[in-house]
């Protein structure tokens, strides 16, 4: 499986995420310049963190317009594979590639900590590593996370079971206490109606290194693997 990972000026956390697939799965990644449009020998796009250029307007707002988005969204068409973290989701709903938006936290402040995270779904292509209700623990790091839609877009979100993470408390309770932004439904990663397209605040790529103390994220990388040689099979 051949990952690009995408580098708009103001990504940081390009490298993390290519650290995790290359480093660590030793699956070839190439990263792709915002500018660029060839990217027919890649499987997998991820949109990774950090503050595209420079978060000017609304995050994500510039980063839709990249040559490099063009290609992406022509390559979700084809049922191939996208990722967006942190930044990345808020530029595939910029782009009309999820829907709804990520609007300013509710305290109104930068969130810099550690989320729990309930599993919605385990028969995804990007939960298969991962068992429907599981508690997971991963890095935030967002000023504007808050998912915002409306409520027939809730519904549909909903009816099609296309969220795949809420936030949790430490118990796995969905309530406002476990919310740490405001996001409607403690939404904190959704996927298309397709099912190709994942976008998630928080940080996997941040949880995967075993030298860092927490491995909860490599594991939606190691779930698209798995999904991959079973479709092969």
């Keep these: 499986m051949k990952f690009g990972v995408i580098v708009f000026p103001g990504s940081n956390c390009d490298r993390d995420v290519v650290w995790v697939t290359q480093g660590l799965l030793h699956q070839p990644t190439r990263m792709i310049w915002h500018e660029d449009t060839d990217i027919s020998d890649i499987d997998v796009i991820v949109i990774p963190g950090g503050f595209s250029y420079g978060d000017y307007l609304r995050c994500g707002a510039i980063a839709r317009f990249s040559p490099a988005m063009r290609a992406t969204a022509e390559h979700a068409k084809q049922g191939k594979l996208v990722l967006g973290i ?40 990007w939960t298969a590593a991962y068992t429907t209700g599981e508690i997971i623990d991963l890095p935030i790091a967002h000023g504007e996370g ?22 949790c408390t430490e118990a796995g309770k969905i309530s406002e206490a476990g919310n740490p932004n405001g996001s409607l439904n403690n939404i904190a ?26 491995t909860d994220g490599v594991k939606l990388f190691q779930g698209l693997l798995m999904a991959t040689v079973a479709a092969v099979l």
């Design 86 to 125: 942190c930044n990345g989701f808020q530029v595939l709903t910029e782009a009309g590639l999820l829907p709804g938006a990520l609007v300013r936290n509710a305290g109104l402040n930068f969130i810099c900590d550690r989320a729990s995270l309930k599993v919605v779904r385990g028969n995804t292509r």
């Design 146 to 167: 808050n998912y915002y839609a409306d409520a027939d877009t809730l519904a549909e979100l909903e009816d099609h079971e296309q969220v795949l993470f809420r936030y």
């Design 189 to 214: 990663g959704i996927c298309n109606r397709l099912g190709n397209v994942l976008g998630m605040m928080p940080h996997p790529e941040r949880a995967s290194d075993p030298m860092l103390g927490e």
